[in-house]
């Protein structure tokens, strides 16, 4: 919270600024000066005197929260964030309780959350009165805990596997590297990836039936995940565009 933050005597933060469309977990790649309770950004006075920036909303700072990019040219997408964390204006972000923040994860970004907000929200921004107007069913089939958990799971993994992360420690593919030959080690890790992607497919599969079905539109709006969008850096058919199959992801991938 703000009080341990100040406390800490730390001068950089986490700082959530939005990012390109991916769901779960990720888009964490900034930091803010946030020392003394943000002393500097709050007390910065501009040539015509007055104060440069006026940070709102600052008990909500380093708070769990799902959030989204305030403007995107597609479908939206949400992700979980930790605490420790402070957002701005287009990394915008909603709060409450583990299961309400479930519960949301699961809604926003199953099919019939796109569908929704294609009619609630038809241009490019997506602002939180928008978001809001979602209706929201908190008494969902208790599955789709655990799919969000490992979709959150597995796309932090990706997430971290990533210089840009700042929880990066090493590549995957490092430690057999080591031990063998590099072509092998990158093998190796491709079937790794190839194996998560079609996990995350499924498991978003799974629950768009499961929110659809909630909603009493099971089998009006399709359930299934196209491999393309499943939004893991290690997915080649997500990364690039027009890949021509399995010999071309992994040529993509290396």
Known sequence: NRSEAAASGRKWFPFNKGGEFRRWYGNIEHVVDWERDGQEIRTAVGENGKVKARPQNLDYYFQEATTWSNVSSGAPAFRAVESGVVFGHVGQSLFGSERARTVLLAILNSSFGAR?????????????????????????????ESLVNNLVSIAKLD?????????????????????????????????????????TRSMETLLNALVSRAYGLDGEIPSEAQLDRISLVNNPYFRFERVRGQDDAVRLFQ
């Not at 809001?132 to 599955?143: I, S, W, Y």
């Not at 971290?160 to 990066?168: G, I, V, Y």
């Open 159 to 199: 997430w971290d596997s990533q210089e840009t992360s700042l929880d990066f420690e090493a590549p995957g593919w490092l430690d057999r590297a080591s031990s063998g030959k590099l072509p092998d080690a990158v093998n190796h890790e491709f079937a790794r990836w190839s194996q998560l992607s079609a996990d």
């Open 116 to 144: 929704a907000l294609e009619v609630l929200a038809p241009t490019i921004h997506y602002e939180v009165g928008s978001i809001a107007k979602v209706p929201v069913m908190l008494d969902l089939d208790p599955a789709h």
